[in-house]
């Protein structure tokens, strides 16, 4: 959500000045026609507010959702919840963000909207939820949620990140040592060999050659990656790059499994979550596609949206894509079918999270004797290497 200032004729012909909050220029202009007002000048304001909205850690929007539902539920006024909040936060950029939604629901407005103006922190999910819990009335049952559903979230990313360490630091150590070896310990094996002469193996000579050009030329392959990850970054920053990378993560063997299961985890729990608090299928299906960080299921949730709004069902999109298997496909039918749409895909999102913790758990003994492999394999084999010729002058001595 973002601040515009704007100077306007109103239908008297005078002129009007003031801010407003809309997503963006478009809405603005809407917002101000809506008012009868015709706009003149339009300008989006980066106050210093905004500009301190970093994000905020998912563990501390928990808590804060967590204690937030347990005040209001408490019978706690909303702007008496949010100052104790804020006086007791401990990250500072955290802190400033409460207290300025608690003086924009002192100044008249709405919680949601306040909400919106951070939208560095507070995600649509979150906004829309508690839009429909001031709506029903029962926001502290929209918070309740909203901190059980971040809690599962958390989770599952931690699941994630923990299959994941392990190996990304094993396979960084290896490349450290292995480099280590080429650009210090070769040189000195390859000035006893040049001193004893004599015609070096064949594996030795290939060790010493790529010693010599990492050694050689090691700025030049040093800016070689660092420019080849930056193209890399700024292609993945565009639709096409980005649908290329996604679809190629889904495919990927073990891990593109694993990757599927987390997106349809986190599809069914989001969804299911967005239904049971009243926001409408249409508008959480949006949600769903925007937060689901894969362009191939982003597709595949918009197709789906498409297909309900020209009155069709949900499953039929889901079923031509290459994400949902056709078991989630048809509990998602059966739950249209027979009204307990939330209730299916919170049994999705259950089984799937189990799921996701067999995959991680199998990945993981999967992974442990690849690396120990691949570093018996890189390491062993300089050390072979390097030692062959030392083995072949042993053998002439012997003789």
Known sequence: MAVFRYTAKD??????????????????????????????????????????????????????????????????????????LGEQVEKENFRQVILKIRQDIEEGAGFCDALAKHSNVFSPLYINMVKAGEASGLLNDILDRLANYLEKTSALQRKVKSSLTYPIVVISMAIIITVFLLIKVVPTFKGIFDMLGGQLPLPTQILIGVSELIRKAFLLLVIFFVGLSIVLKKWAATPKGKRAIDYRLLKLPVFGELLRKVAIAK???????????????????????????????????????????????IAGPLSNSDVFPPMVVRMISVGEQTGELEKMLTKIADFYDEQVDAAVSSMTSLIEPLVIAFLGIIIGGIVVALFLPIFKITQLLGH
Do not use: C
Request: charged letters at 25%; a positive charge; proline letters at 4%.
């Open 11 to 84: 239908s008297a012909g005078r002129k009007v000045s003031g801010t407003l909050d809309a997503p963006d220029q478009e809405h603005a202009v809407e917002t101000l026609r809506s008012k009868n007002l015709i706009p003149i000048f339009l300008l989006e304001e980066k106050s210093k507010q905004r500009l301190r909205s970093r994000k905020v850690k998912l563990d501390d929007l928990v808590i804060f959702s967590r204690q937030l539902a347990t005040m209001v539920d408490s019978g706690i006024p909303l702007v008496q919840a949010l100052s104790i």
């Open 267 to 313: 599809f069914s729990r989001t969804l299911s979550t967005l239904v049971k608090s009243g926001v409408p299928i249409l508008g959480a299906l949006e949600i769903v596609g925007k937060t689901s960080g894969n362009t191939i299921v982003e597709e595949a949730i918009d197709n789906a949206r498409k297909s309900i709004k020209e009155g069709e069902p």
